[in-house]
């Protein structure tokens, strides 16, 4: 497997930075005011956008498993569309404001935090729900890694946790991702487009 740091037009760095140090504090604080623990020994995700008329901790649990069993609920991405106000004062909700501004048209869609449990992977797939994905990585280590399968070849990509937001189209191309750590990894995935 060849080891690549961007596909051209598929996945790759957008033209925005992030303060590294002021983005994890935001997410300790965001965690601990909507009361969140994680382990890592398991896969979970929280909604940092949510339904309209949602209350309490439904606003980030509810709806908040991979796109299947939410679309299952007769529920599309597209209706995710209140930001958590546990989050608006916060750093993390200044990037997420501005990485919905530089999208190319209106961002449609919901904004996760998602763990991956250790020794844990995705089956490979395409997101065909879904045009546009942006990833902010939180936690991660070397050894959580995207595979990317284009024409016949597979590609390792590792995102580090650092100053950047990557850009991926799930639908291009055939991916997943892999934790083979003995530690959980979270990424902020922003999800925009059709259902």
């Not at 005011?33 to 339904?51: G, K, P």
């Not at 796109?67 to 004062?89: G, I, Q, R, Y």
Request: with cysteine; proline share 4%; charged share 20%.
């Amino acid at each position: 497997m060849l080891k690549i740091h961007h596909i051209d037009k598929l996945c790759y760095p957008i033209d925005y930075t992030i303060d590294r140090e002021r983005f994890k504090n935001s997410f300790d604080i965001l965690l601990k005011r909507i009361e969140v623990a994680y382990t890592d020994n398991s896969w979970f995700s929280v909604n940092l956008t949510h339904l309209p008329g949602l209350t309490g901790s439904d606003r980030w649990n509810l709806y908040s498993g991979n796109h299947s069993a939410v679309h299952a609920n007769n529920v599309s991405e597209t209706d995710f569309t209140e930001h958590l106000a546990e989050m608006e004062d916060l750093y993390i909700g200044q990037v997420i404001r501005d990485i919905q501004n530089l999208h190319s048209g209106v961002f449609q869609g919901r904004i996760q935090l998602v763990w991956l449990g250790p020794n844990q992977k995705y089956p490979l797939h395409r997101d065909l729900h879904t045009t546009s994905r942006y990833h902010v990585p939180v936690i991660t280590n070397e050894k959580c890694f995207w595979v990317f399968k284009k024409d016949s070849e597979l590609y390792s990509l590792h995102m580090p946790a650092d100053h950047r937001v990557w850009f991926v189209d799930p639908t291009q191309i055939l991916h997943t991702f892999v934790n083979d750590s003995n530690t959980a990894r979270c990424h902020l995935i922003m999800t925009s487009g059709k259902d």
